[in-house]
Structures are given as C-alpha cells and as structure tokens.
C-alpha cells in the first residue's frame, strides 16, 4: 500500500526544557501527521546518547533515553512539584548535551525519591520481564556514576573484568543507585508505550532505527565480553567502520567492537533475538542500519586513524535472519541498504524479501543512470529524498555545481525558488511504496538545519523544531500531496 510519513527524532521536537521529550509536544506532532494524512513517524534510535552526542553511540542498546523522559509528566503523576522543574525551563533552539548531562540526572533522582515511597505493582512485572538487560545496565550505570563516568576499561581491574565477590558487595551497598536507574527505565517505557499507543490510535506508525554495532563503553559489551572481538583485558583489537566513500575520503572509523558471530551461532544468535524481540514491542517497523554489514562488514585494526587499512570478513547472512523469523513472527524490517554493496550483498537482500532503500540526493549524475533516480524506482522500497545523514535538499541544491545543477532542474521541470517543493513532488509521485521525508525538508530549511554530518563531531543531533513552525498550512500542504499521489 502507498503511504508516506516524516523524519524527525525525539530530541528534535518542541519542549520546554532543551530537549523533546515524549510529553504534550509528541502528542501534538502525532496530531501533525494525522492531520497531514502521514502514516509513519520514524525517530531514529531512543536510547542515551554517548560519545559524539550520537543516538548511534549508546550505554546500552537496550535502555531508553533518560533525556526524552518528559518531565511535566512526571509532575501531573506527582513525582516532581512544578517547583522543582521551573527552573529547568529554557528557549533553546538547538540540544545542549553537555547542560542536560548535569542537570537531568539530578531532576530525575529528585523523582525517584518520591517514586520509591510508593511503588506501582507494574513496576514488579516491568523489572521482571526486562531482566535479561536491565540488571546489567542498572550496574554498568551505577559503576559508571561511581567510577566518575569513566570508561569501563579504565576501571579497577576486578570491577573491569566483574569478578563475582567485589560485584555482589557492590550490588549490596550501591542497591538503591541501581534502583534509581532501574526506576529511570520503568518511566521512559510507561510514557513511551503510552504516546505509541495515541499514535497507533491515530493511525500513525513508528520507525525505528536499529543499529547494527553497539558502543564499546556499554553494558552490552560490559556484560556479554564473549560476544565481542576483544583481548583478554577487554579491549578490542579490530574496529567497525566503513572504507572511503560519497561522505569521507578516508572513510568512517566508528571504532565499535565487532561481534563474534561464531560464538553467537552457537546459542542460535540469542543476543540478538532478545534485540529485536525487544525492539519489535518499541517500535512498529524496525530499520536496520548498515545492512550490508550482515553480509560482509569492514575490520579495521584498533589504533588507526582512518578507516583506509581496513578489510572486509564474512558476515552471518541468511543464517541469523531465518534465526530471526523463525523466532520472531511478524517482525517488520527495513534493510537501509546503502554504501559499498555487491552483489552478493543484493542477494541477501532478495533473500530476506525486505524492502531496501532509495536516497534521491544520490540520484543524480548528468552523464549516467543511477538506481537512486525516482524513474528507476520499484514498488518494494522505501524512499527518502535524504536521511538524517544527508544534507537537506535545500542545503545540497546550493551546493552542486552549475552542470550537475542545471540537469536537477531539467529532471524535475523545476527553478530556483521552487527546487525543494519540486523534489518532493516528484519522489511521491514515484512508484516506491513508502516515501519518508525529513521535517527540515517539508520546511524548505538549508543546511542550518542538517542533522548530521558523518564523520564529524560537535555540531550534530542538535537541530530542534520550533512549535510556531508545525503551522495549519504546512499540514494543508502536506496533506495535499500525499492525496494526489494516493499515499
């Protein structure tokens, strides 16, 4: 069926207090999408931003983030006075991470004081059900605050390594700090099950990005040492990234700790059932990132500086996704397919029977055909004019040259002023089943407004919306096209 739906992450939305939350503004976005006729919502990963600020880079893969915990809400369910959170309340147009690193956990551990005084029965089940992570992310969190957010490879020896004695006398004299951040996750999925529940209601879908490596400073690798390429003390030897290509001359070096997927066959890849069983609850549809990497993925020996002395090794294939169907049923799954891709690669895909990816930024070469240009399009794909990589297409017009520029406005019949509006017309008239577009694009916003830039650091996961900007005559606007093109 054909359908459309916007991009944009949770920290992006409109809040009072520096970052959007899953409170009344998610709510009202929701109402957005309703009213512009959009059927999915996709919002990138929800998890605690680490290193980078990146939602891509996180403590646990598993944890939602504590940034997105609505604080208002936690006021009308009277764990918080307003008192308590006036004054957090700024105008910012833009995330300060640094700021909401020093002030979230304090607010919150206000909350949990009250929060303890009187436990709800579901908060029993929840910690029961989510066991299998949360125990261990609870710990590796309350070590973190005791080692001063250090890396655990910089811990003590015994606490690095866990060995059993100095962790069970940890758990029994830090019990109410692993508490506290066992509380924190309690209340992100009671508030976010709650906004999903309007959105299914609305007719609205999420999407949710799933990424393929986790961080190396996270409880996932803490807890799971065997599922990773690591030394005996517990450092990897060989990195994830990808070789040079369209963002990076020297490539990107991610340096996430690769999987051993021999190790993981042999439980029948449990890590990652658990992975996605738990995500295929979060979300509506899951989209996988780098799904290339599951084919063959790109090593990259630890100390390099770039990603140029890597090389590729054999990936799980077929045999983790007929893991994953058999045990997951009804899992709905996106392959973002881009990058360097082979053929066999492409058959992967084929024999996944996912939908892969179109992004139409990469459409346009004057002197050849590409398989991103929207006449090359087939039913079972998901299109975007760009992803939260990319520049905005505003942003990307004003940067090409005067040929490349001259054969976009030809394709698309289009000028100057119009160029963006032109851009989207055309890829929802495509034949692609679902068409995902960014927020800053519906907004004719430049490069100002860019997400991300990969392979940089500083200035990303920042941009937020403004309330004034979600407007009757955007949604009227949006609304209209997807009609026309019957999405």
Request: a negative charge.
């Amino acid at each position: 069926m054909r359908a459309s739906g916007i991009l944009l992450p949770i920290s992006s939305l409109p809040s009072p207090y520096g970052i959007g939350s899953l409170g009344k503004s998610a709510y009202k976005f929701v109402d957005f999408l309703k009213a512009s006729k959009q059927k999915y919502w996709q919002v990138l990963p929800i998890v605690n931003t680490s290193f980078g600020d990146s939602p891509y880079q996180s403590v646990s893969t598993f944890a939602g983030g504590i940034n997105y915990i609505d604080l208002d809400l936690l006021v009308e369910d009277k764990y918080l006075n307003s008192e308590d959170v006036e004054g957090l309340k700024e105008e910012v147009t833009s995330v300060d991470y640094g700021k909401l690193f020093n002030n979230r956990y304090a607010i919150l551990k206000v909350a949990f004081l009250k929060f303890k005084q009187n436990l709800p029965n579901n908060y029993f089940s929840f910690i029961t059900e989510n066991n299998y992570w949360l125990d261990d992310f609870a710990l590796f969190m309350s070590l973190k605050k005791h080692f001063n957010e250090a890396p655990f490879n910089e811990w003590p020896k015994e606490f690095k390594l866990k060995e059993e004695k100095v962790i069970k006398e940890f758990i029994e004299l830090h019990s109410e700090e692993l508490d506290f951040w066992k509380f924190t996750q309690y209340i992100f999925f009671e508030q976010w099950y709650k906004l999903k529940l309007y959105a299914n209601a609305s007719d609205v879908r999420i999407i949710g990005d799933l990424p393929i490596y986790v961080a190396y400073d996270s409880s996932d690798v803490w807890s799971n040492p065997n599922l990773f390429e690591l030394d005996e003390n517990m450092n990897p030897y060989k990195v994830a990234g990808v070789p040079p290509d369209y963002f990076s001359k020297t490539g990107q070096l991610w340096g996430n700790p690769l999987y051993r997927y021999d190790v993981m066959e042999q439980d029948g890849y449990k890590w990652w059932i658990n992975r996605l069983r738990h995500f295929s609850k979060v979300f509506d549809v899951i989209r996988l990132d780098h799904f290339r990497g599951f084919e063959a993925y790109y090593t990259i020996p630890s100390g390099e500086l770039t990603a140029i002395n890597g090389k590729w090794e054999k990936g799980p294939g077929m045999k983790l996704f007929s893991k994953i169907f058999e045990e997951i049923k009804d899992i709905d799954l996106i392959a973002e397919d881009l990058g360097f891709l082979t053929k066999e690669v492409y058959d992967l895909l084929d024999a996944t029977k996912l939908p892969g990816m179109k992004i139409m930024l990469f459409g346009f070469d004057p002197n050849g055909d590409s398989e991103h240009a929207p006449h090359n399009y087939k039913k079972h794909l998901i299109a975007y004019p760009g992803t939260h990589d990319n520049d905005t297409i505003l942003g990307w017009y004003k940067k090409l040259d005067d040929y490349t520029k001259q054969y976009v406005l030809e394709y698309l019949n289009s000028n100057d002023s119009t160029i963006v509006d032109d851009f989207i017309r055309t890829i929802f008239a495509s034949s692609a089943n679902l068409v995902i577009v960014q927020l800053q694009d519906h907004l004719v916003l430049d490069n100002s407004a860019r997400m991300n830039e990969p392979s940089t650091l500083g200035d990303n996961w920042k941009w937020r919306v403004k309330n004034n900007q979600l407007t009757k005559e955007l949604s009227n606007k949006i609304k209209k096209i997807t009609e026309i093109y019957r999405r």
